[in-house]
Nanobody, 127 residues
Framework: QVQPVESGGGLVQAGGSLRLSCAAS????????MGWFRQAPGKEREFVAA????????TYADSVKGRFTISRDNAKNSVYLQMNSLKPEDTAVYYC????????????????????WGQGTQVTVSS
C-alpha cells in the first residue's frame, strides 16, 4: 500500500510560488496514478491535478491550468506540485492521494477514485 506524506506548504503573497512535495512509501508507487486535491474551509475537497502512473498525462483543474505543474520522480517515490502565480483563492489544505486502482489506464479526477490520503499541508495566499 502506498502511503503519502505531504510537505512544502506555507504562507505566500499573491503572485508568489510554492512547491509541494509528496513522499510516498511502498514498493508499488510506480504502478499508481497520484493526485493532488485541496479543501478550503467550508468547501468540499476538490481536484487540483493528477499524473498517470507512467509519468504521462498530467491533468489539471481549469482553475489552476497554466499556473500549476504536477510531476513525479518514480526513482524517489515522490510527486510534486509546483504552484506559480498564486491567488488568495488557492488558499486551502492540499492533500496528496493515491489512485485506488492498479495501473488505471486513464487519469481519474474524482476524490472517490483515490485512497491512501496524506495528512495535508496548509497553503495560505495573502492578498
Amino acid at each position: 500500500q502506498v502511503q503519502p506524506v505531504e510537505s512544502g506548504g506555507g504562507l505566500v503573497q499573491a503572485g508568489g510560488s510554492l512547491r509541494l512535495s509528496c513522499a510516498a512509501s511502498g514498493r508499488t508507487f510506480t504502478t499508481y496514478t497520484m493526485g493532488w486535491f485541496r479543501q478550503a474551509p467550508g468547501k468540499e475537497r476538490e481536484f487540483v491535478a493528477a499524473i498517470h502512473w507512467n509519468g504521462g498525462s498530467p491533468t489539471y483543474a481549469d482553475s489552476v491550468k497554466g499556473r500549476f505543474t504536477i510531476s513525479r520522480d518514480n526513482a524517489k517515490n515522490s510527486v510534486y506540485l509546483q504552484m506559480n502565480s498564486l491567488k488568495p483563492e488557492d488558499t486551502a489544505v492540499y492533500y496528496c492521494a493515491t489512485d485506488t486502482q492498479f495501473k488505471r489506464w486513464y487519469v481519474p479526477r474524482r476524490p472517490a477514485d483515490f485512497g491512501s490520503w496524506g495528512q495535508g499541508t496548509q497553503v495560505t495566499v495573502s492578498s
